[in-house]
């Protein structure tokens, strides 16, 4: 496994040992045959989340089943199923996500796993859309948890801890039409004044901004075409982008998906980035921070003050809106949440350098960091009230502890 990285190349894995099985039984036996198991989906991570000492384990061999349940209104897929792909097979039938992270290409089980997110005020994380899932557990036997099932909140949001996701059936509704439109210059202190009205404008909103500079230079969003539009010709002063923008500097607008207010099917415009090109910057490293709702303003104040210290470092910072759930380990557990993102240059020395002024003012505020992107601490029990209950469900289902790696070691003990 030497040699292999995530999709950003900030991190090598440690494995010794690399598997890709092509079926359940294949995919058990390599559980009970290893002490230290770790499972890895479509790699877009940013930090130790998947790695291990000895086994790693590659969903990209296992089933991509996609089964749509038209009469209970979900679709079951296995658990090396990308979002792209079933964005097109649900479209194409008729159905829809609620909603889609920046990015189409990462694996479903992967993202949920981590609690990955898009925007909009009443969007709850990917996560939220999990009706069940199946999953192999440390001791290889397989375990179907639902909706309403006990410990069901804790094992969708599970940091891979108790074990390998094979299936997963999400929430569908009738597929809808999406249209964009990017307004550049937004008013920092409409931002502070309105920030409410703002995010609640319409299905999603993005902002984005390099801190340092004298508006937020562009708010993104995206309204679904079967609601009354609410956005005008200018967006609380913000003036309508006649080109299509790619959120980074430079970057080539032929990776996002269409703007300019050209409506779409959903699988074309929730995600921000083309299926079939590079999303983002590539060369890069993330983070994200994740603040009560009700702290939003003052967030985006103080890291503002820290504005000039991180200009070098970043490409662009996203900030959007996620809905409250009830998943234990879900970054928005309990509250609705503004998502502080930050896409930095690939410089991991430079970037942990960084990340301690940020969390000194926002960890007060109650921020919980994204699981699957950088942070320096993590006091997982302050931040988690649902954190025992998590690390016995973790006991129960992987009892010799083969999947807890390094990371989930420090987050959960
Ligand atoms: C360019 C880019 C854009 C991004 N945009 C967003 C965004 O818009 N919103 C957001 O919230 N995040 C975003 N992310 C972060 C990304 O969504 C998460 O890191 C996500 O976990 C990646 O999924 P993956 O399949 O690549 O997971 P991996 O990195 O492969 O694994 C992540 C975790 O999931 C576990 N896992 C994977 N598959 C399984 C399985 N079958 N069973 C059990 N556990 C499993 C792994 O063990 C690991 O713990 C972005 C990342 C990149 C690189």
């Not at 479509?42 to 000492?53: K, L």
């Given at each position: 496994m030497h040699e292999q990285t995530n999709w950003a190349g900030n991190h090598h894995y440690d494995a010794a040992r690399f598997a890709e099985p092509g079926g359940i039984d294949e995919l058990a036996a390599l559980i009970t045959g290893s002490s230290a198991v770790r499972v890895i989906g479509?790699?877009?991570?940013?930090?130790?989340?998947?790695?291990?000492?000895d086994l790693l384990i590659s969903t990209a061999g296992l089933a991509t089943s996609i089964e749509i349940d038209t009469e209970a209104r979900s679709v079951t897929v296995g658990g090396g199923v990308r979002y792209g792909d079933l964005a097109v097979v649900l479209q194409q039938a008729g159905w829809a996500l609620h909603n889609l992270a920046s990015l189409p290409h990462i694996s479903v089980a992967g993202a949920v796993a981590t609690a990955t997110h898009g925007s909009g005020d009443r969007n709850g994380n990917l996560a939220t859309a999990v009706r069940g899932i199946r999953l192999l557990t440390g001791a290889g036997e397989s375990v179907e948890l639902h909706r309403g099932d006990p410990g069901f909140e804790g094992a969708v949001v599970a940091i891979g801890a108790?074990?390998?996701?094979v299936e997963v059936t999400l929430d569908i509704e009738p597929a809808f039409a999406v249209r964009q439109r990017l307004f550049g210059g937004l008013g920092w202190d409409v931002v502070a004044d309105r920030f409410d009205e703002i995010f609640a404008s319409a299905y999603s909103v993005s902002l984005f901004t390099l801190?340092?500079?004298?508006?937020?230079s562009l708010a993104w969003i995206k309204e679904r075409v079967d609601a009354p539009s609410r956005?005008?010709?200018?967006f609380f002063g913000a003036v309508a982008e006649v080109a299509p923008r790619h959120m980074i500097a430079g970057m080539d607008v032929r990776n996002v998906t269409e703007q300019l207010g050209v409506a779409g099917p959903w699988s074309e415009r929730l995600?921000?980035?083309?299926?079939e090109f590079t999303p983002s910057a590539g060369a890069e490293i993330q983070s994200e921070y994740l603040v009560p709702r009700v702290h939003a303003v003052e967030a985006i104040a103080a890291v503002r003050a820290l504005g000039p210290r991180l200009r070098d470092l970043l490409q662009i910072t996203e900030l959007r809106s996620v809905a409250a759930d009830?998943?234990?380990?879900?970054?928005a557990y309990g509250t609705d949440v503004v998502g502080l993102h930050f896409t930095w240059v690939r410089d991991t020395e430079a970037v942990a350098a960084a990340l301690p002024a940020i969390e000194d003012v926002l960890y007060p505020l109650g921020a919980r960091p994204h699981w699957g992107k950088v942070f320096a601490g993590l006091d997982a029990a302050a931040m988690y009230p649902r954190l025992a209950d998590f690390r016995a469900l973790a006991d129960r289902y992987d009892p010799e502890g083969r999947f807890r790696n390094a990371f989930v070691r420090r987050a959960i003990g």
């Open positions: 479509s790699r877009h991570s940013f930090n130790d989340i998947a790695d291990t000492d108790l074990g390998v996701v801190w340092d500079e004298p508006t937020v956005v005008g010709e200018d995600a921000h980035f083309r299926s009830d998943l234990w380990l879900s970054t």
